[in-house]
């Protein structure tokens, strides 16, 4: 999660080994909205990466270095917090979660 203004208004990334899909997310006052997808099959049990870019309103996704995902969206157009984020059913590890500015 990221550009996190509180609970209940932030950006999602999501890899779903179950579903075959990456997405991200915007949750808007509780309310969870989609606004990219792609379709990807990784194995389960296994290691995976997962990097985003957001640099103004743009965003890109990767998986495993290969960019999945690129678009625009401005309803949190300023900085904010970040954090790691799973569905209640998932079963995830994280390791090496890092923040860094972008160079201008």
Same mark, same amino acid.
């Given at each position: 999660?990221?550009?996190?203004?509180?609970?209940?208004?932030? +950006? *999602?990334?999501?890899?779903? @080994?179950?579903?075959?899909? =990456?997405? *991200? +997310?915007? &949750?808007?006052?509780? !309310?969870?909205?989609?606004?990219?997808?792609?379709?990807?099959?990784? @194995?389960?049990?296994?290691?995976?990466?997962?990097?985003? *870019?957001?640099? !103004?309103?743009? =965003?890109?996704? +990767? *998986?495993?270095?290969?960019?999945?995902?690129?678009?625009?969206?401005?309803?949190?157009?300023? @900085?904010?917090? &970040?954090?790691?984020?799973?569905?209640?059913?998932? &079963?995830?590890?994280?390791?090496? =979660? !890092? &923040?860094? @500015?972008?160079?201008?």
């Amino acid at each position: 999660m990221w550009r996190v203004r509180d609970k209940d208004n932030y +950006y *999602i990334a999501r890899f779903n @080994p179950l579903e075959d899909n =990456f997405r *991200i +997310y915007y &949750v808007h006052n509780g !309310s969870r909205h989609k606004i990219a997808d792609a379709k990807v099959t990784l @194995p389960v049990g296994k290691w995976h990466t997962m990097k985003i *870019i957001q640099k !103004s309103t743009r =965003f890109e996704g +990767y *998986i495993n270095g290969e960019k999945l995902i690129e678009g625009t969206n401005d309803l949190f157009a300023n @900085p904010g917090g &970040v954090g790691l984020w799973t569905k209640a059913d998932a &079963v995830t590890s994280f390791d090496d =979660f !890092s &923040v860094k @500015p972008l160079k201008p």
